[in-house]
């Protein structure tokens, strides 16, 4: 099992930035990526960015050049950086980690961070 938790969340104006962190503890080693989704009112997750074991990157085209995600040397906190926030990146943010096995995959959540960003 893996437990995330998020924190740095708030409200921010638009034009701002904002550092949303992710603590991934337990069965870490097991994890193949770790990233972010968010979830807006009426709408569904969608994954924002997330990081291979290998490091390698991926980001929604939305956020490309203005959100940046990174982890640190344990590979157990992942951080994203959200610069030139928009009105329309409000949601509630969920750190994400999964793991490819034997059956498939499975997914680890967070308990969601909330950001709003106000125009």
């Known amino acids: 099992q893996v437990q995330l938790v998020e924190s740095g969340g708030g409200l921010v104006q638009a034009g701002g930035s904002l550092r949303l962190s992710c603590a991934a503890s337990g069965s870490t080693f097991k994890i193949n990526y770790i990233g972010w989704y968010r979830q807006a009112p009426g709408r569904q997750r969608d994954l924002v960015a997330r990081?291979?074991?290998?490091?390698?990157?991926s980001y929604a085209d939305s956020v490309k050049g203005r959100f940046t995600i990174s982890r640190d040397n344990a590979k157990t906190t992942v951080f994203l950086q959200m610069n030139s926030v928009k009105p329309e990146d409000t949601a509630v943010y969920y750190c994400?980690?999964?793991?490819?096995?034997?059956?498939?995959?499975?997914?680890?959540w967070g308990q969601g961070t909330q950001v709003t960003v106000s125009s």
């Open positions: 994400n980690a999964r793991e490819y096995n034997v059956y498939g995959s499975s997914d680890y």
């Open positions: 990081v291979s074991f290998g490091g390698s990157t």
